[in-house]
């Protein structure tokens, strides 16, 4: 009817753009566009809510109100996701903080980094400066050769984390799971699924209790898998299948440059709950060009993907904005949709943030690029 067309377009399919207006004060303001004061304000979303209610099988209320100030990064098909690391270089890194990151940056659905999560839920606060310690791992990831002083920091970093992580493995052994279902809800709500968890409870140093807990706390947050480095261990991964099974969740594998087309294949004969957590991005920066194949031949294995743009060996392997490297980003997303493959794209931000940027408005450039190449671009 021309009348609810005209109400709708007034502001109730007001798309998701970070911080919105209210549903109401947009609707209101677009038709009244001079001064609105409160209480003329307060007197119209009155009546406008008044009618809605009086009348929702006509409106279609309920359902709107539920949804239209929450992120949708399901673009026609293909779901993109981000894994939390993203935002390492914001200052607050609370489970709050990080949830108002990923609305903010328009995403629906992450692979969460342990911290939030386990500080939410009670963790003792880690001493070594996080942002610090990821700029070292990194520069080091990346072949670069550590000055003295930088493998001093390095290894003091490492001493430090030895001990406080000694202090977390016995807090893991006692925590109650329902924090990790609080958060679980806080995220829902607010129209954020968690499909992935990552904490650092799954290498070979982990003893199986805090191996468990990792399993038990993904599952109390809702995700159906979790990662970790591939620990290029047979046994390891023969063990984190077997325990993944009683768990009945996943375990995917992360890789860097040294992913190949066969990485996986032990860990998979192993164990159906053993799956690929394949990183596009350092793909190409390991010098290999059969991406979609791989795709293809191992997509029912595959629990997520990280999304990042690197130039491949000849151009020298940087982490680039999405667009300007090498990695095919546009003929795997392109491939995910043409075949209806439902494991999330997970956006990782890696390039360098521009001066005057952040990582939500880089990340949210991100996902406008996939919007652009999947056709779900406004």
Request: aromatic letters at 8%; hydrophobic letters at 35%.
């Amino acid at each position: 009817m021309a009348w609810q067309a005209d109400w709708i377009a007034d502001g109730f399919s007001v798309p998701y753009k970070g911080n919105t207006r209210s549903i109401l004060s947009y609707s209101i303001m677009k038709n009244h566009p001079h001064k609105v004061n409160r209480r003329r304000f307060i007197g119209t979303s009155a009546t406008l809510l008044t009618g809605m209610a009086a009348a929702p099988s006509i409106w279609g209320a309920p359902a709107i109100l539920t949804s239209y100030n929450k992120p949708n990064s399901l673009i026609n098909g293909v779901q993109i996701g981000a894994i939390t690391y993203s935002f390492r270089s914001m200052p607050d890194q609370s489970a709050e903080a990080t949830l108002k990151y990923v609305l903010d940056s328009g995403i629906n659905a992450i692979e969460l980094m342990g911290d939030p999560a386990e500080t939410f839920a009670g963790k003792s606060e880690n001493p070594v400066n996080r942002q610090a310690y990821y700029q070292l791992i990194r520069k080091q990831r990346g072949g670069e050769t550590l000055d003295k002083g930088e493998e001093e920091a390095l290894q003091n970093m490492e001493a430090q984390m030895g001990e406080y992580n000694k202090s977390v493995a016995q807090w893991r052994t006692k925590v109650a799971m329902d924090k990790f279902q609080q958060l679980k809800k806080m995220y829902k709500d607010a129209g954020v699924r968690i499909y992935g968890f990552k904490p650092n409870a799954f290498g070979q140093k982990n003893s199986d209790a805090e191996i468990d807990y990792g399993f038990r706390a993904a599952k109390a947050l809702g995700a159906d898998h979790v990662t970790l480095e591939h620990p290029s261990n047979d046994a390891h991964t023969q063990k984190l299948g077997q325990m993944a099974a009683k768990h009945k969740i996943y375990v995917a594998y992360h890789g860097h440059e040294q992913q190949t087309p066969t990485l996986w294949d032990t860990a998979l004969s192993q164990s159906k709950h053993n799956m690929l957590n394949l990183d596009l991005g350092h793909y190409t920066a390991a010098g290999n060009v059969d991406a979609l194949e791989l795709i293809s031949g191992k997509h029912e294995r595959i629990s997520s993907m990280h999304l990042k743009d690197r130039q491949n060996p000849e151009h020298g392997k940087a982490n680039m904005p999405w667009g300007q490297g090498d990695t095919p980003i546009k003929q795997v997303l392109q491939l995910m949709q043409g075949n209806k493959y439902t494991f999330p794209a997970t956006a990782e931000l890696e390039y360098d943030i521009p001066t005057g940027s952040d990582a939500v408005k880089e990340l949210s450039k991100c996902l406008e690029y996939c919007r652009q190449i999947l056709g779900g671009s406004e």
